[in-house]
């Protein structure tokens, strides 16, 4: 009977003395080859960690007297973190990470670069779990410790700076995220070079920003320039490729092109599936949108199975009542809606705007996305009181985080509209005049996820729509 040597090491560790130390610190030498030390996704070494986390945890159970131990503790731990990070166990990841942070904090200082690792390392983590109010003073004490310690032109510097514009973009701050973003994005151009992978990432970032504010024509040719990157730097099967290609499928389907938007959307999924697996909560991210897709073509048959698969996915990896299955759950009421089925889709609508109030806050974005789709179903249903009741509310969320936003103006006609039926034409003049200016007329995008209650004697006409939880949604 052999054991690996590992295991051999482990059982030696726990002798005592000068031996347990060295053999220690050999363990975590090991060990360090085996995990990931970047913030890199890399599936191939996922089957050895797997098998050797818990001897890892083992190890770096507790803390010793000695400082320079600790540090290799705490830097295994983060790779620890990574790995369960880039598996989609972002829950896992978060204590091992705070773990880090605290041994770090105590071993080297509270503003040492080292620290700032670990605080960018939770504040990514946060993000994904949605848990934005957490995650910003995080990225502030970061960028702060990064800019005294390393300078305001580091690369380091440049990745809070990228973190933070990411989360005031998350929190509706557009006009500071752009700022922050740009000056990323000039900071990594200089010290890394124009075709770096992590410049792609702020174009990337930035191009998102963009996009959320329907200017469709400064974000394409970046989305454009970050996929090309993507592909020549770390190769064609790579997950920051997909999500490129899934960044830029999603900007063609804003703008109408589903043609061109849905190879691009099933060239991701498949790079997802095949590198992350079909049960990852990314994965998810291009099941959801291409559901969409498919949905907007008319193709309900195809569509259902996608959004129902992307909904378990979520559930399971993340939970009933994370963000990311709320905007699954709009998906799935949205199309039972267009089917016909509206009491199925108010449950659902109900579900997703009773996960954002909770878990985002009430006065969030993706909760007056919630507010906006429930309030037209409600219309649909001939419940106009109700329905009138839910727009003043999201129209109110969306005014305070930005009076000009697109997303702002379609909440306005759609409630003008309600107002209009309702007889009350004189007040739906002063809501149905966009106070911001229009990128493309002749484009009419719902970022409410369509407005589909009209007067009974209109057509319904299906047309291209942006998705609800798409500013609380991930990267």
């Known amino acids: 009977m052999r054991l690996h040597r590992l295991v051999r090491e482990v059982a030696a560790a726990r002798g005592g003395g000068e031996q ?10 090991s060990l360090a080859l085996v995990y990931p030390n970047d913030d890199d996704i890399n599936p191939t070494s996922w089957p050895c960690c797997a098998l050797l986390t818990l001897h890892l945890l083992t190890l770096c159970e507790t803390e010793i007297a000695d400082a320079a131990a600790n540090v290799e503790s705490a830097d295994l731990l983060a790779r620890a973190g990574k790995y369960f990070f880039g598996r989609g166990a972002y829950s896992e990841a978060q204590p091992l990470h705070e773990r880090a942070l605290s041994i770090r904090e105590r071993a080297l200082g509270p503003e040492h670069p080292d620290t700032a690792k670990s605080l960018d390392s939770l504040v990514v983590v946060h993000i994904y779990q949605r848990d934005y109010a957490v995650a910003r003073p995080l990225c502030e004490r970061a960028l702060t410790i990064r800019e005294k310690a390393l300078g305001p032109e580091h690369p380091d510097t440049a990745r809070s700076l990228n973190n933070l514009g990411l989360l005031l973009r998350h929190q509706g701050d557009f006009v500071q995220a752009r700022r922050i973003n740009e000056r990323a994005l000039a900071i990594l151009e200089k010290a890394l070079g124009p075709e770096h992978p992590d410049t792609a990432w702020s174009l990337s970032n930035l191009a998102w920003l963009l996009a959320d504010q329907s200017d469709f024509v400064q974000a394409r040719p970046l989305f454009e320039r970050a996929l090309a990157i993507g592909e020549k730097m770390l190769g064609p099967d790579h997950a920051f490729t997909a999500m490129s290609l899934y960044r830029l499928a999603r900007l063609l389907h804003l703008q109408g092109n589903l043609m061109e938007a849905r190879p691009l959307h099933e060239r991701a999924l498949a790079i997802r599936e095949k590198a992350l697996g079909p049960d990852h909560p990314v994965t998810a991210w291009s099941l959801n949108d291409l559901a969409w897709l498919l949905q907007d073509q008319g193709d309900f048959v195809r569509a259902r199975p996608m959004h129902e698969r992307a909904l378990a996915i979520r559930e399971k990896a993340l939970g009933p009542e994370h963000p990311d299955t709320a905007t699954s759950l709009d998906g799935l ?32 974005m993706a909760t007056a996305q919630s507010l906006s789709n429930l309030a037209s179903l409600l219309a649909d249903e001939g419940d106009l009181t109700k329905a009138r009741t839910h727009y003043e509310r999201a129209l109110a969320i969306f005014e305070m985080i930005s009076p000009e936003h697109p997303n702002t103006n379609r909440v306005r006609r759609n409630f003008a509209r309600l107002l209009l039926a309702t007889g009350s034409a004189a007040e739906a003049l002063t809501f149905n005049r966009p106070r911001g200016p229009r990128k493309n007329p002749r484009k009419k995008l719902s970022l409410d996820q369509g407005f589909r209650w009209n007067c009974r004697r209109c057509p319904r006409r299906p047309r291209p729509r942006r998705r609800g939880g798409g500013a609380a949604r991930a990267l």
């Open 20 to 29: 347990r130390e060295n053999v220690r610190r050999r363990l975590i030498a």
């Open 333 to 364: 009421a949205t199309l039972l809606r267009e089917q016909g089925d509206l009491v199925g889709a108010r449950s659902l609508y109900e579900r997703a705007l009773e996960i954002r109030e909770k878990v985002l806050g009430p006065a969030h």
